[in-house]
Structure formats: C-alpha cells, structure tokens
C-alpha cells in the first residue's frame, strides 16, 4: 500500500507480502465464502436432506446431516466463512435445532444483497432494510405463534418429532420422542419456564437397536464397581456422595520419618491401615448401601466397605456426582465425621450392567429425579452416533418451546407467510430501504424453495402454488416433503419452536449486516515460520482459502 511518495520514493505503511482488498472486491469475496458455506449445506435441509460424511485428518469419519456438526467438522479458514460457522454454533446453544435454516438464511441474504450492490445501492442503506425487515420478522413472527404449555404433550411429541425428522433415528421417533417428553417433564419443577438441559443426560452406547432407546428414571454412570466382592445389584439403595479421597493422604509438607527397625515399619502400617479402617466403618455407620466417590478409595477400604455388602464406584465426574444429588436427593459430603441419615439419597435399585462389553452402573427408579439418563442403543457406531444428535435436537427443541411457550409450523409454511407479510411492510416504508426489505422477503423463501428441490418437485411451481394458497388465507400451507404435494402443515403435526425461528432470522441478519458492512480487508503475510504453499490451508497468494 503506497501513500505519498516524497522525491519519487514510494512510502511504504504496511509489511511486505500484506495482502489488501478495498471497495466491492472485499465485500464480493466475503459474500462469495459466505455463499460457499451456506450452499455446502443447504442439501441437508428437511426431512429429505442429503447427509454428509466428513472425513479428518487422521480418519475419522462421521456422517450427518446437523448443520453445527457438519461446520465443525470442516477446518475453515476464510474470516467471512468463520462467521457462518459462528452463526451456527450460536443457533446451537441458544435452539438446538435450525442451525442449516439460520446459515442457509445468511447465505441467502449475502447473496440478494449483492444484487443490490450491483444496482449501486450503498451497502449501509441494505443492511438498514435488513434491520427494518428482521425487527418486522419478529414482530410478525410472535403475531403468527400459537401458544403452547408443557401438559401438552401431543403438541411436545410433534415438535419432538419435527426436529427428529431426517435424521437416521427416524425410524423410531414416535418412540423417542415420547421419551425426550417424558424426560423433560420430569425435570421441570411444577412446569417451570427454564428448564436446564444439562439435567438430562443423553449416553450412547451401540449395540441392540434404536428401539431398545430407553429412559432411566435417575442415571447411567459410565464405571463400575470397584471391588469384585462388592454386590452388583442393591435395591431400596442408601446412597452416599462423598467428595474427598478414601486414602491416607501424603504429608504436604517435606517431612521425612526416619525408620531404624522392621518393628518400626510394621507399626507405621498398621497404624496407616487402622486409619483406613477407621475411615470404612465411618461410612458404614451411616447405613448407606452405595458410595460414589468422586476421587479414590483405597484398596483397604474397599475390602471393609465389600465385607459389609456396600456397592462401591470411584472417581466419579463432577458433573455426574451434581447429577447423582439431583436425582437420588442426596447430599455430597466433603467430611465423613459429619454425615448425618439426611444426606443419604434413594433409588429403587442400583445396579451394574454390562452393555456393550462395558460395565456401566444404572441408578434408576428414584422417587422425584430432578435429574435423568437417556441410554440411546443403535447398530453401529454411527447410527448410535446420529440418534444421539437427533434425540438432543429433540430434548433441546422442547425445552426451547416450552422458555416461548409459542410454535410455529414447519414446512416452508411459516416462511411463505413471512414473506408475504413482509412484502406488505415493504410498500408502506417506500424509499430504497423498501428494495432491501423485499430482498429480505425473498430470502427468506430459500427454505421452501430448499425442502421442494429436496424432495424432487419443481421448487417455481411448488413457490407459487405456496403463494396462491397464502393469498387464500390458508397460512399453514406447507410442503409434505414426504408425499411430494403441498398440505395442511398443522394437520400433519409439523410443528416446530417459534424460538428455531427467531433466533434464526436473528443471527443471520446480524451475520448478513456484520459482512455488509466490511470493506476493507487487510491480510497479514506469512511468517518466516509459517509453512508455505497451498498444502497449508493457504492460497499462495497469501489469502485464506474457502
């Protein structure tokens, strides 16, 4: 980059091999990466969406059609594409569900927003109409929403099943999500607005079939029992949470204790074993018939705690243990000397099973779990892969309609209506705003227009077909992917989250304005360290490919 030059000599401001792009050029090529992003996975959409299979550097496979996954699992490096694969993950952690909807959005505003850049409207006057639009959006998005609670539980199964749909735990997912349902309402205390996903614990393990999918009333913890004399089943179990070590802790401070006889060595052991045995018959007092210790337990502990007909599990995760006191209602105690019969928990039976060639041990029929496990089975590793995925979009979308208390229908249906709306605002704002908002509108056709071509119909004639029926006052008409033809999407139970779609035409605006905005772009060079060539992730230009 040259700046003045004084006596014919170029002053130079930047380092050499910087790489820099002003104007147009830098909003077309982060509208083209953007673009590239949102195409790569615009065929997963819907209930006929293609899947993927992503390979890694060191071979990993994994097949799926969840957007967030599929961004994930691409090493991307272009700037503008990094911020699709941020709109991805929000859509993720907000939702659970609509990550390709809110990308496909995005890449589908960038890509009407360069119409309007070559009719030489200036980028901040598009990314005003796109604030206009998307404020209108919600607006008109929580007018559309029917209102829901969580005692419904046809209306929870549907939308269950809607996030579900395309994904390969289909087969079974009238089953599952009856048990997404069923898990949520009992974590929910007294049907409150928020509940914490957290609380509900999806493991997978393959083996058996989807079918074999089941709901546990407490918990699966991914380790056994520690001592082979220790009993593998206990019912009407006492459980004890301890969160400190059931050993002899070493001395903290560099002390050295000298031993000039063998008498002297026996009698520091037996004293360091009295100590431990001490220990056990402290938590045998308390009458518990399990321990979950979240360090170790020392193998002379484990011997007392066996001999007495305790289960016994060691290094328990943190995360399990707040777990464990949530279903059992036991307390963890960081003290032996104080426990009390009060901090003790329940369930029905506890057990060690070996699934899948692992031991795992099952906590189940607690009386009031504020906590519970979803075990997921399935044929292999990556159909018991992909149900995992399908039943959390599943758990997620519920907990996500329930903190609304509003759905929407799925099917293009909503988007068609939207647009029609928006269409309508458009006239009465007027001025140059009015073409964004317009843009907008047709942006947001690109999901109908996606799940139509998905599905192998005519997405022209299938989008003025969709029209026509909105224009007649049928709002809920949607495309039946599965039977190729246009339906009543509420009849058919296709209900989804009116947070999918809020959130969705949230991020992407805000992604599609961000890009807008952007014009000018300053690539560093390479450093000396850095590997050189296209085989580093670079162009040899010097900028990042996509």
Do not use: W
Not at 298 to 307: C, F, G, N, S
């Amino acid at each position: 980059m040259n700046g003045a030059s004084l006596a014919g000599q170029p002053i130079l401001i930047l380092p050499e091999g910087t790489l820099r792009q002003t104007g147009k050029d830098a909003q077309k090529k982060n509208i083209a990466a953007a673009k590239v992003i949102a195409d790569s996975i615009r065929t997963t959409l819907g209930p006929r969406g293609m899947d993927k299979m992503l390979v890694s550097s060191i071979g990993d496979v994994t097949i799926t059609n969840d957007g967030v996954t599929i961004l994930d699992e691409m090493e991307i490096e272009h700037p503008a594409a990094k911020m699709m694969v941020e709109i991805a993950k929000t859509q993720e952690e907000e939702v659970g569900d609509g990550t390709t909807t809110a990308v496909v959005l995005a890449g589908e505003l960038l890509k009407k927003s360069e119409e309007l850049l070559d009719q030489n409207i200036h980028p901040i006057l598009i990314a005003k109409g796109f604030k206009m639009a998307s404020t209108k959006a919600l607006e008109i998005l929580d007018e559309i929403g029917n209102k829901i609670d969580i005692n419904d539980d046809e209306g929870m199964e549907k939308i269950a099943m809607t996030a579900m749909t395309g994904k390969s735990g289909e087969t079974a997912k009238e089953s599952l999500a009856k048990i997404a349902v069923q898990a949520i309402k009992m974590v929910s205390e007294n049907g409150r607005e928020k509940i914490n996903k957290d609380d509900i614990k999806i493991e997978k393990k393959q083996g058996g079939s989807i079918d074999e999918t089941e709901l546990i009333k407490g918990l699966v913890i991914d380790k056994e029992v520690v001592h082979s004399g220790m009993p593998k089943r206990v019912k009407d179990a006492k459980i004890l949470l301890i969160d400190m070590a059931l050993e002899v802790k070493s001395t903290e401070t560099d002390a050295k204790i000298e031993i000039t006889s063998p008498d002297q060595m026996q009698g520091f052991l037996d004293q360091e074993s009295k100590m431990l045995k001490e220990m056990a018959n402290k938590i045998i007092k308390t009458g518990c018939s399990v321990v979950f210790c979240q360090k170790g337990i020392d193998d002379i502990v484990q011997h007392y705690l066996a001999k007495s007909k305790i289960l016994a599990a060691r290094r328990v995760k943190e995360s399990d243990m707040s777990k464990l006191a949530k279903a059992t209602g036991a307390t963890i105690v960081t003290n032996i000397d104080e426990i009390t019969e009060d901090d003790l928990g329940f369930a029905g039976i506890v057990e060690e099973k070996k699934i899948a060639g692992e031991e795992m041990i099952f906590v189940k029929e607690c009386k009031n779990p504020k906590a519970v496990s979803i075990l997921i089975r399935g044929g292999t590793e990556h159909v018991v892969d992909e149900a995992k995925r399908a039943m959390e979009d599943a758990v997620l979308g519920v907990i996500s309609t329930i903190e609304l208390g509003k759905v929407v229908v799925g099917g293009g249906a909503i988007e068609i209506e939207l647009a029609k709306k928006l269409r309508e605002y458009a006239d009465s704002v007027g001025g140059r705003e009015q073409l964004a908002i317009n843009k907008f509108a047709e942006a947001v056709e690109i999901i109908p227009r996606t799940l139509a071509e998905s599905a192998g119909m005519d997405s022209i004639d299938v989008l003025v077909e969709l029209v026509a029926e909105h224009e007649k006052g049928n709002q809920y008409a949607g495309i039946d992917v599965i039977r190729g033809k246009i339906s009543d999407m509420k009849e058919l139970g296709v209900l989804e989250p009116l947070k999918i779609k809020t959130q969705a035409i949230k991020s992407a605006s805000e992604a599609a304005e961000m890009i807008l905005r952007i014009d000018d772009v300053v690539t560093a060079g390479k450093s000396k360290s850095m590997p050189s060539g296209p085989g580093a992730g670079m162009q040899p230009g010097g900028m990042p490919e996509y």
